[in-house]
């Protein structure tokens, strides 16, 4: 039977990526606890093989041997949930973070990654499964968290978490156990460039491993005797599911398999060609050919699975939870997807929230950067005050809601954190004042559009040189209708000048003066617009105001730099639909170092089609 006949009986089964067997890890991989999903036509969309490209080169010689263990994270579990292609490609992401190597022990999360594929991508939404296309779609689109913000859940909802999670006809909460939390909706999203197809011939598959160095998302037909699975009708060799063993099917084997068609997708990281197997026939016995020699299967792809660590690929793998599969079987019978390594920039260290930024193992003061800021010069006299009104906020009014803090204790204020807990279903509709010795500086004027909440950190220059006795006020103002929330908690955090604190500051702003400029579609450079700055001075406070006119705004990454400096990420997908980005960012990363130079934002448009300008930007900086 060739590839194009298969394809289509593929078709009419409904065998196909998205319908994952699985296991716990923890029991026998029967057949009732491996849930399957229902697939419908999804094959529609995969191209046939032979128009796919191939990744070999005609006249390379690749190794007998190859792997790329160096660039994998910790096997998954999958448990109950008929996800693995989620987990595939989760672990395909994984892995070109740490080709990549900004972030050293990525984990992102498979929750959010089922969640943005139906919600976002709005695929497959009466399924538990999903492809491997459809989530680097979510994943290069609209981008993932990590697994902290938002823990994978082993089973899926009942009807004792949603009445509606039983039968066929489920809502989409039930494949996605939920909605987000605001952890999750708050949470940095992590992004790949674009997937792709490959073809799936052995030395395609070779040339890219090889060649790119990054696995391959593997997935389509799964044939329960071949996986030595507990839901195979024919007898299953323990033996070979300890070692991670999966043969080529046999016909007995695809005709039992068809009668219960499932899918599995998987994580392709390397081979052994000279690797032989003795393959078993339809009774689960050791084949052998009319000579009495034995039958071998011989080629093997190193693949990592997502049935966690304690049953499948035990034994003879490089780690528990990988395994071994013919050559031949994903030749004939799976498809192929890749993806690039990403562009990672990562914020500056903020020296005083607690939280290390850059991503470099160390935290605040411990961070080489903040070698010169305040907060680490002038360590051991800080001042803290907190407050907890769990108050409402009054909705629509411009006088909003005040909340006092008393600092008792005298001395010139060095550096200053203000800690801030808002809960609010669209915290767009926000303005957060902070005032203290007759100063008032806006902590946030109405960004981050339908997000929900606030728990966030503002690092503040505004206030230096200040005496930090006496009262600090803050006022939270919802400046329109419907939505209502409530000011939890705040707390400031002060450092005093162990010394003489810096000179007389002042507040200076700066306008780009080109005017409204294209912003090139799907073009990584982008467009760049500068400024350049001759007033001397060090940096305390800096913000910066962008306007960009785009018919889809959530294409948009927008980053500033200090030209022959460092360059930091001011937005990637913002919340607002479009058609616009009206947004204040305070950026931290430049405070302590010299204002002179050329200021460069860059905006880029990471999709296509959809097209819009940079219409202006400005900064404003309080210097010292």
Same mark, same amino acid.
């Given at each position: ?88 490609? %989760? ?164 005709? *039992? ?55 499948? $690929? ?75 009104? %769990? ?8 006088? $909003? ?19 801030? *807990? ?182 880029? *448009? ?19």
């Amino acid at each position: 039977m060739n590839r194009s006949t298969r394809r289509s009986l593929v078709v009419s089964s409904l065998l196909a990526l998205t319908g994952c067997a699985n296991g716990t890890g923890d029991a026998p991989l029967t057949y009732e606890e491996a849930p399957v999903s229902d697939v419908g036509p999804l094959f529609a969309d995969t191209p046939p093989q032979e128009m796919l490209p191939d990744e070999s080169k005609a006249d390379e010689v690749y190794p007998r041997r190859f792997d790329l263990m160096d660039i994998q994270t910790p096997v998954r579990n999958q448990g109950r949930r008929g996800v693995c292609s989620i987990f595939a490609t %989760a672990a395909l992401m994984e892995s070109l973070y740490r080709a990549e190597g900004t972030i050293r022990e990525p984990d992102f999360s498979e929750q959010y990654l089922q969640w943005s594929v139906k919600n976002e991508v709005m695929a497959f939404t009466n399924t538990d499964g999903s492809s491997a296309e459809r989530n680097l779609q979510a994943i290069s689109r609209f981008g993932i968290v990590e697994e902290a913000a938002w823990p994978y859940e082993s089973s899926a909802w009942g009807t004792d978490r949603n009445p509606g999670c039983t039968g066929e006809m489920r809502p989409i909460p039930c494949y996605t156990n939920g909605e987000p939390p605001d952890m999750a909706r708050m949470a940095e999203r992590y992004r790949l460039p674009a997937g792709r197809w490959i073809r799936s011939s052995r030395r395609s598959l070779q040339g890219h491993m090889v060649t790119k160095r990054t696995p391959v998302v593997a997935g389509g037909d799964f044939f329960y005797q071949a996986w030595n699975h507990g839901g195979s009708m024919l007898p299953v060799s323990g033996d070979y599911s300890r070692r991670g063993i999966v043969l080529s099917p046999n016909e007995a084997d695809v005709a *039992d398999s068809h009668a219960r068609p499932a899918g599995h997708a998987f994580l392709l990281v390397g081979w052994d060609e000279d690797m032989a197997v003795q393959r078993l026939d339809a009774m689960g016995q050791p084949m052998v050919d009319a000579m009495g020699q034995p039958v071998m299967e011989r080629g093997f792809f190193l693949f990592k699975n997502s049935w966690g660590t304690t049953r499948f $690929g035990t034994e003879g793998t490089p780690a528990p939870g990988y395994g071994w599969i013919a050559m031949s079987y994903v030749e004939q019978y799976l498809t192929s997807y890749i993806s690039d390594r990403p562009t990672v920039r990562l914020p500056a260290e903020t020296c005083n929230n607690g939280t290390d930024d850059d991503r470099d193992g160390a935290t605040d003061c411990t961070d080489s950067d903040c070698a010169g800021n305040r907060a680490c010069m002038d360590t051991g006299t800080e001042l803290t005050g907190a407050a907890s009104p %769990a108050a409402g906020i009054p909705d629509n009014t411009p006088a $909003g809601l005040t909340s006092e803090i008393v600092i008792a204790d005298a001395g010139a204020i060095s550096s200053l954190a203000v800690d801030l *807990d808002v809960t609010h279903p669209y915290r767009g509709d926000l303005v957060v004042r902070l005032e203290h010795a007759g100063r008032t500086v806006t902590l946030l004027d109405r960004a981050g559009g339908a997000d929900d909440n606030i728990r966030q950190t503002f690092s503040l220059a505004d206030f230096n040189g200040t005496d930090a006795a006496g009262p600090w006020r803050l006022t939270v103002v919802d400046t329109a209708g419907s939505d209502v929330g409530t000011l939890n908690r705040w707390s400031v955090r002060i450092t005093r000048c162990t010394g003489t604190c810096a000179g007389t500051e002042q507040s200076r702003s700066y306008a780009s003066r080109a005017g409204a400029v294209a912003i090139p579609d799907a073009t990584p450079a982008g467009v760049q617009s500068d400024i350049v700055v001759t007033d001397t001075g060090t940096i305390g406070r800096m913000s910066v105001n962008v306007e960009v006119t785009h018919t889809f705004p959530l294409d948009l990454t927008v980053r500033l730099s200090r030209v022959g400096g460092r360059e930091f990420v001011l937005l990637r997908q913002p919340t607002e639909p479009g058609p616009s980005v009206r947004r204040t960012f305070v950026v931290d990363g430049f405070a302590g170092e010299a204002l002179a130079g050329t200021w460069r934002l860059t905006v880029v *448009d990471e999709g296509n089609r959809d097209t819009g300008t940079l219409d202006r930007w400005t900064m404003d900086v309080t210097t010292r």
